[in-house]
């Protein structure tokens, strides 16, 4: 059993907020009867109506993009820019998905998306603890105090001090005076990964996420999506 509002959410009706709308102006019917009280509770059997028409639980999807640059992580962009849902094929689009959280226009790499509402909370909240990992080219030659900084925690211009991260160096090009580090996080500020090379004197030029949790790129060419199979979602969610 579950509340009215929150099966209509997830049937992507609506958000949860407007399926309360829904509910209290008289437009939902449970099993034939105009439901308008918030708390009420339906289960599967039930036969949910809105505005007469028969609503069901949309299955849950979810995909693993590897998202070359130049992409929006957005369902819609206002300047009409590609968005990542240009990359989707009609019939994988039939339900209303979306990205888990967000990677930069000028970001590659591991992008998950679903239409599991509780799925993309439980990834994107402050405090859970998915690891996400990234290759990044660096300017400068990037130096073992200035690793430790990134290690410990760096202060970013917005003022907010990261949490102990994971970062080393993979190699450094003496030549083209770059750096290419590998950084791991379990944070998700924005553009945290630019901000962080940002404090400690080199600006990123190339970034790529290569793994979010135990989901990576792997076998997956750039612009091309895989489904999740069932097991790496579990594992994902920490079940
Ligand atoms: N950190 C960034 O700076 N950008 C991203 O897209 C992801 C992490």
């Known amino acids: 059993m579950e509340r ?42 039930d036969v949910v109506k809105v505005n007469n028409v028969i609503v069901d639980k949309e299955e ?23 968005t990542i849902l240009d990359l989707f094929e009609e019939n994988d689009k039939k339900y209303r998905i979306y990205p888990v959280g967000r990677l930069d226009y000028d970001t590659a790499g591991v992008l998950l998306v679903t239409n599991d509402g509780a799925f993309s909370n439980k990834l994107t909240k402050a405090n859970y603890e998915v690891e996400k990992e990234y290759v990044a080219r660096v300017e400068g030659l990037v130096t073992k105090l200035e690793v430790l900084d990134l290690k410990r925690g760096v202060t970013l211009k917005t003022g907010y001090k990261t949490k102990p991260c994971n970062a ?8 083209n005076n770059t750096t290419l580090l ?11 990964v630019r901000l962080m090379c940002d404090a400690i004197g080199h600006p990123v030029k190339k970034l790529t996420r290569v793994r979010v949790g135990n989901i990576t790129l792997e076998g997956i060419p750039k612009g091309c999506y895989r489904r999740l199979k069932i097991h790496e979602v579990k594992e994902i969610m920490g079940r």
């Open 4 to 45: 009215l509002q929150k099966y209509l959410a997830e049937c992507g009706v609506s958000s949860r907020r407007k399926a309360e709308e829904l509910i209290t102006s008289g437009a939902v019917m449970v099993n034939d009867v105009i439901v308008t009280e918030l708390g009420t509770k339906v289960s599967a059997n």
């Open 60 to 82: 849950h999807v979810y995909y693993v993009l590897n998202k070359p640059v130049g992409y929006i992580t957005s369902v819609k962009d206002e300047k009409n820019r590609p």
């Open 168 to 175: 080393k160096v993979v190699s450094s090009d003496k030549r």
């Open 182 to 192: 590998n950084i791991i996080i379990h944070e998700g500020k924005n553009h945290q």
